[in-house]
C-alpha cells in the first residue's frame, strides 16, 4: 500500500466511490493501531440495494 499499486493495476475493481455517490450516504472509516508498524482499517459502506438493480 506504501508503495503504490502495481504497474497495469485499475484499483480494486469495487468501485467504492460509485457506491458511495450512488447511495448518498458517506463511506465510514476508522483505523486500529496493532501496533508500532501495522494499522488496520475498518470502512463501512451503507448501500440500498434498490439501487443497483437494472
Same mark, same amino acid.
Given at each position: 500500500?506504501?508503495?503504490? =499499486? +502495481?504497474?497495469?493495476?485499475?484499483?480494486?475493481?469495487?468501485?467504492?466511490?460509485?457506491?458511495? %455517490? %450512488?447511495?448518498? *450516504? =458517506? &463511506?465510514?472509516?476508522?483505523?486500529? +493501531? &496493532?501496533?508500532?508498524?501495522?494499522?488496520?482499517? *475498518?470502512?463501512?459502506?451503507?448501500?440500498?440495494?434498490?439501487?443497483?438493480?437494472?
Amino acid at each position: 500500500m506504501m508503495e503504490g =499499486p +502495481e504497474e497495469g493495476s485499475k484499483g480494486a475493481s469495487l468501485g467504492l466511490v460509485e457506491m458511495a %455517490r %450512488r447511495s448518498g *450516504y =458517506p &463511506i465510514e472509516f476508522a483505523f486500529e +493501531e &496493532i501496533n508500532q508498524e501495522h494499522t488496520f482499517l *475498518y470502512q463501512s459502506n451503507c448501500i440500498d440495494e434498490a439501487l443497483w438493480k437494472h
